[in-house]
């Protein structure tokens, strides 16, 4: 997921949530997500119009290290100056109120509960190793508090 100051979707709502101190019931699941800094992309946009040295190919652009939906609702927490409210639900109840929200065409539901609790990390090894870098100009973490400084 591409952010940066002014960012509109999903990490708006899940901002949102947070700011209101709505507990997050999904803490049991551990999950990894790549992100990426507008910083981040700008800096290998630039690099690939002033170098000609860069191969044609096809490159992963993203931060450094992926984070956990956790992590992130701790970092919104934070920049909002609360506590976070994360609760680690058990799965089996979780997976029943996915199943119930299936039937009764709820938000949550089982595809819902998979999007939200899925892995999705990227490597940007080979774009890093093009570009002659061991890493990205802006940590996730940076980027990430910088994108949450600009919905306030």
Same mark, same amino acid.
């Given at each position: 997921?591409?952010?940066?100051? =002014?960012?509109? =979707?999903?990490?708006?709502?899940?901002?949102?949530?947070?700011?209101?101190?709505?507990?997050?019931?999904?803490?049991? #699941?551990?999950?990894?997500?790549?992100?990426?800094?507008?910083?981040?992309?700008? #800096? *290998? *946009? !630039?690099?690939?119009?002033?170098?000609?040295?860069?191969?044609?190919?096809?490159?992963?652009?993203?931060?450094?290290?992926?984070?956990?939906?956790?992590?992130?609702?701790?970092?919104?927490? !934070?920049?909002?100056?609360?506590?976070?409210?994360?609760?680690?639900?058990?799965? =089996?109840?979780?997976?029943?109120?996915?199943?119930?929200?299936?039937?009764?065409?709820?938000?949550?539901?089982?595809?819902?509960?998979?999007?939200?609790?899925?892995? #999705?990390? *990227?490597?940007?090894?080979?774009?890093?190793?093009?570009?002659?870098? !061991?890493?990205?100009? *802006?940590?996730?973490?940076?980027?990430?508090?910088?994108?949450?400084?600009?919905?306030?």
């Amino acid at each position: 997921m591409i952010h940066g100051p =002014g960012n509109k =979707g999903n990490l708006n709502l899940l901002y949102s949530v947070a700011k209101k101190g709505i507990p997050w019931p999904l803490g049991v #699941y551990e999950n990894a997500r790549s992100f990426c800094s507008v910083d981040n992309i700008s #800096y *290998v *946009v !630039e690099q690939l119009i002033i170098r000609d040295n860069i191969e044609s190919g096809i490159y992963h652009v993203g931060d450094d290290e992926p984070i956990s939906t956790n992590e992130l609702i701790e970092l919104i927490s !934070e920049s909002v100056g609360k506590k976070p409210r994360i609760w680690k639900l058990p799965k =089996g109840l979780i997976n029943a109120m996915a199943a119930t929200g299936e039937a009764l065409h709820l938000p949550l539901n089982k595809q819902r509960l998979q999007k939200l609790t899925e892995n #999705y990390v *990227v490597s940007n090894r080979k774009i890093k190793s093009a570009l002659g870098i !061991e890493k990205m100009p *802006v940590s996730v973490r940076h980027g990430m508090k910088r994108t949450l400084e600009s919905f306030r």
